[in-house]
């Protein structure tokens, strides 16, 4: 075959191999994607995954199944992504609990940064500070006089050791300084009903689970955890209005999937999440969850995730917390 001829070949199957590389990205998906939610039913994270689901469904033209998978702060569903295969098939939508585990446990089977690529934050939500009306405590400043009056007589719930709202009531002690003790359950759904029941004294619950109870009467919101108020409860001041200053924390819900998923499927699962968002649906579920939309390119969540792991193992370290073995 002489130069000429062989040249002409190459380019001809180079273009074959890009036709079909091309064919292979416009099909995906060809099955149902499974959402591996690292939290109980019911959760906050599983709200939000499943108010986004069925419209990303509908767009991609399969379902996107919800997988909970419950227990040790998220790690056990982190695990499950962490060693899936890269196709697009298996995601996971977590909380920013995601960027606490690295610093509350001592070891983990997975490295929170290079074993997962961040797709896009989903949403941001405010904490409520939310308390039992039978504890007849109804201001912060009560809350923080009580705990001051008995030290160590006040417990709070969280969605694990080591989660999010753990870490958000860290912030909360060490800024108000009081001393209160954490009684972690597997999810939100969990925490609210002993809060309800009054056996926990408070919990820092972002608003989805608890909105219903807040507005019914039946919980208490004594303030917000965020540096701004949240729009679905604009008569509760945040803590630091509130008299705790320097307590904001900030409460994600995002999309991650295994390291090594093409690009073009990272890219895929973004502009599908922003598409729903921007859906008239989504908006006013979110709008009557208390939550805001809120989107990131991939590399700038890869980026915001690493510099929240610093700042969580930072405020780690000053609250004392000893990480789990």
């Known amino acids: 075959m002489r130069p000429t001829t062989r040249r002409t070949a190459l380019i001809a199957a180079l273009a074959l191999c890009t036709s079909f590389g091309a064919a292979a990205q416009g099909v995906y998906p060809t099955k149902p994607i499974r959402v591996i939610v690292p939290f109980a039913a019911g959760s906050t994270t599983d709200i939000i995954a499943r108010a986004i689901a069925d419209?990303?469904?509908?767009?991609?033209?399969q379902t996107l199944v919800i997988d909970n998978r419950g227990g040790a702060s998220g790690t056990i569903g982190q695990q499950a992504v962490a060693t899936a295969a890269p196709d697009g098939y298996t995601i996971m939508i977590h909380s920013s609990s995601h960027t606490v585990s690295p610093s509350t446990f001592a070891k983990l089977p997975f490295d929170t940064v290079g074993d997962f690529a961040g797709v896009t934050p989903i949403s941001s939500l405010p904490n409520a500070l939310v308390i039992s009306p039978s504890k007849n405590i109804k201001t912060l400043k009560?809350?923080?006089?009580a705990a001051k009056a008995k030290p160590g007589s006040i417990n709070f719930?969280?969605?694990?050791?080591?989660?999010?709202?753990?870490l958000n009531a860290e912030k909360f002690k060490l800024a108000a300084n009081i001393d209160a003790t954490n009684i972690p359950f597997k999810g939100s759904a969990e925490a609210v009903t002993e809060v309800l029941a009054g056996r926990v004294d408070y919990y820092f619950s972002p608003i989805a689970p608890v909105i219903g109870q807040i507005k019914d009467g039946q919980l208490l919101a004594l303030a917000v955890g965020s540096p701004k108020r949240a729009a679905a409860l604009p008569d509760v001041p945040t803590t630091a209005e509130a008299g705790v200053p320097g307590s904001e924390f900030n409460f994600w819900i995002g999309m991650m999937a295994?390291?090594?998923?093409?690009?073009?499927?990272?890219?895929?699962?973004?502009?599908?999440?922003?598409?729903a968002l921007a859906s008239p649906e989504v908006k006013e579920?979110?709008?009557?969850?208390?939550?805001d939309a809120w989107t990131l390119k991939p590399e700038q969540f890869d980026a915001y995730i690493k510099e929240e792991i610093a700042s969580?193992?930072?405020?780690?370290?000053?609250?004392?917390?000893?990480p789990t073995q």
């Open 55 to 61: 419209k990303m469904g509908a767009s991609m033209g």
């Open 142 to 145: 009560e809350l923080i006089a």
């Open 157 to 166: 719930a969280s969605a694990g050791q080591g989660s999010a709202t753990h």
């Open 258 to 275: 295994p390291a090594k998923t093409p690009r073009e499927i990272v890219n895929r699962l973004h502009d599908e999440v922003a598409k």
């Open 285 to 291: 579920r979110f709008l009557k969850l208390g939550a």
């Open 312 to 322: 969580n193992a930072k405020l780690v370290k000053a609250a004392g917390l000893t």
